[in-house]
């Protein structure tokens, strides 16, 4: 019987009547050959129905579905699925694959067609292992970018998945959390975190002016990966995330507790990042005494007056060999709050 044959096109279809491709079938592609350095591969796009079901991430004996699913993150793939159905979304990176022994890849066209046999095992996934799962699970049928490598040993293989986990790495959270304003992609909780950050990194009376860093790590100073983890818990125990409302409680409570520690002579540790988050962890006991005693002003002196007793009973190692968890920092720091508490 003759070799059937499928033509890149806008459809990507074979020529059967439902559409679908069967296993054994020859495909053809229009590629693009490249060379870089001491390698060669195919670029080329692919629709996501035939690209799902002609590639692995784990062992050739497994099935590509039931791999994916054992090592993969579900919850992400179906992110990528539900952002891809919104129907504007566009992941534009290349899928990487390697072609195995039962593609019989062959070069038909002097580097510009490429022709496979359509089967589960065709192809290894180098890179985009997420993004295959996810463009399978989605509604939307697409074309993807895809890049081939063909006749590549297993070490090389392992070489060139090590490389580009190393070799290209992702931009850093708080990078991405710096422009997500500019992209016009902020929940109303980014919202008010980064309108918080910014007023402490700007504010001169900010207890963490100078001590900000809103688009990169730098040592002894707070990331806003850092700040969001220690504040976003805590903006529930506001009724109302107006700005005038959150922000001269949060600076009065933070100045009240720095003051609290340069008197131990452990101001600098308020950069880090367990003392940080422990300090907000407490937060809502502490601002709940304040009110208590002097209604809702949320002044310096009210926190000056709460945590007097913490401090009369810590000592600077707490701050200065915090342990790991900022939970158990805050626990401690509770326990001794709560010992000096009198109702008088």
Known sequence: MATRLIRSKPTGHSDRADGLLIAGERVRYSVSLVTQGNHRFYTLTMPTEVLAKCCFATNREEDPIAGFQRVLD??????????????????PSSIILSAQPD?????VGKGKTLEFTFNPHAFLIIDGQHRVFGFSKASTKLRVPVVIYNDLSK???????????????????????????LA??????????????????????????????????????????TFNAAVKPILSTFASSNMSVVYPALRNYLRAFNRGMIGLGVGNTLVNATVFRSIFE??????QRAMDRYGPGF??????????????????????????????????????????????
């Not at 579900?74 to 992941?91: N, V």
């Not at 001590?211 to 990169?216: C, H, R, T």
């Not at 007793?309 to 915090?322: E, G, H, S, V």
């Open 299 to 344: 002044k310096d002196e009210a926190f000056d007056d709460v945590l007097s007793p913490l401090y009369a009973r810590t000592k600077a190692a707490t701050f200065t060999r915090p342990p790991k968890s900022h939970k158990e920092l805050a626990g401690e720091l509770l326990k001794t709050l709560r010992s000096g508490f009198v109702i008088g």
């Open 74 to 91: 579900e919850k992400r793939a179906q992110e990528i699925a539900d952002y891809m159905d919104m129907g504007f979304g566009t992941i």
């Open 184 to 225: 016009d992609d902020e929940s109303d909780q980014l919202i008010i975190l980064r309108e918080l950050f910014d007023e402490f990194n700007s504010d001169l009376e900010s207890p963490l002016l100078g001590l900000l860093s809103p688009a990169s790590k730098v040592n002894g100073k707070l990331t806003r990966v």
């Open 155 to 181: 070490q090389q293989e392992s070489k060139l998945f090590i490389d580009i986990n190393t070799k290209q790495r992702p931009v850093p959270n708080e990078l991405l959390l710096d422009i997500k304003k």
């Open 282 to 287: 407490i937060f809502p006991e502490v601002a």
């Open 103 to 107: 593609a019989r890849l062959e070069d």
